[in-house]
């Protein structure tokens, strides 16, 4: 089981940016594939971003304006969220095989 915690969520105008971080308690955290996984109200939980090995892959409804990374030296993968639109509201989890995050709200509203 992977401990993760996610941080970085927040209220933002359309248009504006956050920065989410997950720290992962793993001793081999670069063997894991990393996803960021968004829930809205009444909503099933979608697929944001993912990252392995093999590259990145995104939603098509953010890409071009979210990115993920990670920094295996510090067990934390980033998700830089740009241009924020309010249909991107949600609570944010991030993934790791079986494991999640608690999560953290997203708020885009002006």
């Given at each position: 089981q992977v401990h993760l915690v996610e941080s970085g969520g927040g209220l933002v105008?359309?248009?504006g940016s956050l920065r989410l971080s997950c720290a992962a308690s793993?001793?081999?955290?670069?063997?894991?594939?990393?996803g960021w996984y968004r829930q809205a109200?009444?909503?099933?939980?979608?697929l944001v971003a993912i990252i392995s090995s093999r590259g990145e892959k995104y939603a098509d409804s953010v890409k071009g304006r979210f990115s993920i990374s990670r920094d295996n030296t510090k067990n934390t993968?980033?998700?830089q969220m740009n241009n924020?639109?309010?249909?991107?509201m949600g609570?944010?989890?991030?993934?790791?095989?079986n494991s999640w995050g608690q999560g953290t709200q997203v708020t885009v509203s002006s």
């Open positions: 105008q359309p248009g793993v001793i081999i955290f670069s063997f894991f594939d990393m109200p009444g909503k099933e939980r979608e993968v980033y998700l924020l639109k309010p249909e991107d609570v944010y989890y991030c993934n790791a095989g």
